[in-house]
C-alpha cells in the first residue's frame, strides 16, 4: 500500500522558537506520524527571531523566487529548509522581509497584535501551497496548526481547488488557546481574497476578528482538532454548532495514537 502524505503546516515549532503547546507539538507529531508509517512535510514561517546559523537555514534556489501579490503589492516568496537530525525530518520555511523579518511571531514585543497580520495569514498559506505544487507533492491530509494557518482550509476549497495535487486532500485545522486583544485590520475581508474567493466565502469577516478568521479555519476544514485543553469558549461553540468530525484535547502520553487514527477517519 503507498504511504499517506501529511502536509503538516504550523505557526510556530521548537526548537526554532521556544518551547510552547504548539511549538512542541508541532514539532513531536510529524516525526511521530513519520515513525507510524506516513510520508511526511512540514512547513513554518522565518520569523526573525528564528537563528539561521545556528539552525543551519539554507536557501532553496528552485522553489523561490516567485512573486506573491497581496494588496496590490508585490512581495517575494524565498524558501528555505533546515533539518531536524534526530527525527530524520526536514523543515520548510516561508520568508520573506516585509512580513516575516521582526523579532516576534503575531504580537510586537509590547504583546499587540501586528496590524498586517492579516496579510501575514495570506501570504504564509499561498506560500505553503504554491511550494508544495512546486514540490508536485499532493497531500492525504493537510494539517494546519494555530491562527496564522486559518486561511489553508479556504484556499484548498476554493482557490485550490482546481489543482490535481489538492484534489482529494483533506484538511484538519486544529484550534489552540490563542489570546487576541485587538480587532483585525478593517480591510481584512478585502486582503484575504485571492482568485477563486468571492465576497460570500468570506462573510464571517464582516466582523474582522482574529475569532472570525478561526471560524473560517473550521468552516471549511473537514475536520477539527481542540489542541490545547482551553479554547477560546466562542470557537469551542462555533465546533459543537458546526458538527463536524472533530477530535477533543488529547493529552501528551495519547495525542499521537489519537491523531494518527484520526487522520484515517478524516480520510
Not at 502524505?5 to 504548539?22: A, C, G
Request: with cysteine; glycine share 4%; hydrophobic share 35%.
Amino acid at each position: 500500500m503507498e504511504k499517506k502524505r501529511i502536509l503538516f503546516i504550523s505557526q510556530e515549532i521548537t526548537p526554532y522558537l521556544p518551547e510552547s503547546e504548539m511549538s512542541v507539538k508541532s514539532r513531536y507529531l510529524p516525526q511521530g506520524i513519520q515513525e507510524r508509517g506516513r510520508e511526511i512535510r512540514t512547513f513554518m514561517p522565518r520569523y526573525g527571531n528564528v537563528n539561521e546559523r545556528r539552525n543551519q537555514l539554507h536557501e532553496v534556489i528552485r522553489l523561490s523566487g516567485m512573486n506573491l501579490v497581496i494588496s496590490d503589492a508585490d512581495h517575494p516568496l524565498i524558501i528555505k529548509v533546515a533539518s531536524i537530525q534526530a527525527a530524520r525530518m526536514q523543515v520548510y520555511f516561508i520568508d520573506n522581509e516585509d512580513y516575516f523579518h521582526r523579532k516576534h511571531v503575531l504580537k510586537d514585543g509590547k504583546g499587540k497584535e501586528f496590524d498586517d497580520n492579516d496579510e501575514r495569514a495570506v501570504f504564509f498559506a499561498r506560500g505553503v501551497l504554491e511550494t508544495v505544487i512546486k514540490l508536485r507533492w499532493a497531500p492525504d491530509v493537510i494539517h494546519c496548526h494555530g491562527w496564522l494557518t486559518s486561511l489553508v482550509p479556504m484556499y484548498i476549497k476554493k482557490a485550490y481547488n482546481d489543482d490535481p495535487l489538492f484534489a482529494k486532500s483533506k484538511v484538519v485545522y486544529s484550534v489552540y488557546n490563542e489570546n487576541f486583544k485587538k480587532p483585525l485590520n478593517s480591510k481584512a475581508a478585502e486582503n484575504v481574497m485571492i482568485d477563486g474567493i468571492k465576497a460570500s466565502d468570506v462573510e464571517l469577516l464582516k466582523e474582522p476578528s482574529y475569532e472570525s478568521m478561526s471560524k473560517l479555519g473550521i468552516e471549511y476544514a473537514d475536520a477539527v482538532i481542540q489542541g490545547s485543553e482551553e479554547i477560546n469558549p466562542q470557537l469551542a461553540e462555533y465546533i459543537a454548532a458546526s458538527q463536524k468530525l472533530s477530535l477533543p484535547y488529547q493529552p501528551e502520553e495519547t495525542y499521537l495514537d489519537a491523531y494518527n487514527e484520526f487522520y484515517d477517519k478524516v480520510l
